[in-house]
């Protein structure tokens, strides 16, 4: 017999919506501004505010309320705890340093990609690097190569989940299209994303072995004027090849 699903606790929602509020907001964000965007009551943000604030997880500025540093210390915890960003963190630092350009990790979690670390080379765009920015999958090259390391019930089930939201004009938001495009990816192992997320920019990634641990994979992201060019997307590919074959033989044999 199923077990029943256990309520969530509804106070605890309410602190996540505030939190997640905070954290989308470019800045502090007042306490009023908090009441009419979440559409409660001022007494409850108050106090949701104050017992946020009490454990280090908000702070109130001049210009309101943002993330305390409260929130670094628990997202490191939970990006380091398996081992995959430890091994991938100084490789991506090379990857980047070698490119000039932008080096990710992401992981995979309840259906969407959670960037993990981003290297910033020489010549890198300029793109929010936040730890902890989600993304749906199939818009960027990092979530498409994760989905297709996944079987196909599983991406179905995300996509039942999350929809096949658009971003640009360029993004895949059918099943077909984007089943044929893992099908694809599953044999060339690169994913591309051609202003599938962003307007001009470009990106080629690729799904990491990481045995039992955590979906994880790595890219690199570039203006897509770089990117087009037969040659560059040859020489892309060969470099990400060797830094996830680095990663990879470290988390099997190293860790």
């Not at 505030?18 to 501004?33: F, K, N, R, S």
């Not at 009490?54 to 309320?65: A, F, K, M, P």
């Not at 994760?146 to 059918?174: C, N, Q, Y």
């Not at 990106?203 to 040659?231: H, W």
Request: charge should be negative.
């Amino acid at each position: 017999m199923k077990a029943a699903k256990t309520k969530s606790v509804g106070a605890t929602g309410t602190s996540m919506r505030i939190l997640t509020e905070i954290a989308e907001a470019d800045g502090g964000v007042p306490m009023a501004e908090l009441v009419d965007r979440l559409d409660l009551a001022k007494s409850t943000v108050y106090k949701h505010l104050i017992t946020l604030e009490e454990h280090g997880l908000v702070v109130n500025h001049d210009t309101g309320y943002r993330l305390g540093l409260r929130c670094l210390e628990l997202g490191g915890g939970a990006r380091q705890y398996d081992g995959v960003f430890d091994v991938a963190k100084p490789e991506l630092d090379k990857l980047a340093e070698e490119t000039g350009e932008l080096a990710n990790l992401m992981f995979e979690e309840q259906g969407m990609g959670v960037y993990v670390y981003t290297a910033r080379g020489d010549q890198a765009i300029n793109f929010d690097s936040r730890l902890g920015r989600r993304a749906y999958l199939h818009t960027t090259a990092l979530g498409k190569a994760l989905l297709a390391s996944l079987s196909d019930d599983h991406v179905d089930e995300i996509v039942d989940r999350h929809g096949l939201p658009a971003r640009t004009d360029e993004t895949i938001t059918t099943r077909s299209d984007l089943f044929e495009e893992l099908t694809q990816i599953r044999t060339e192992e690169f994913a591309y994303n051609e202003e599938e997320r962003l307007g001009g920019v470009g990106c080629v990634g690729t799904p990491l072995d990481t045995g039992d641990r955590r979906n994880a994979a790595i890219s690199i992201m570039t203006p897509i004027s770089r990117l087009r060019p037969e040659s560059a997307r040859r020489e892309y590919t060969e470099i990400l090849n060797q830094t996830a074959n680095v990663i990879e033989v470290t988390l099997a044999h190293g860790q």
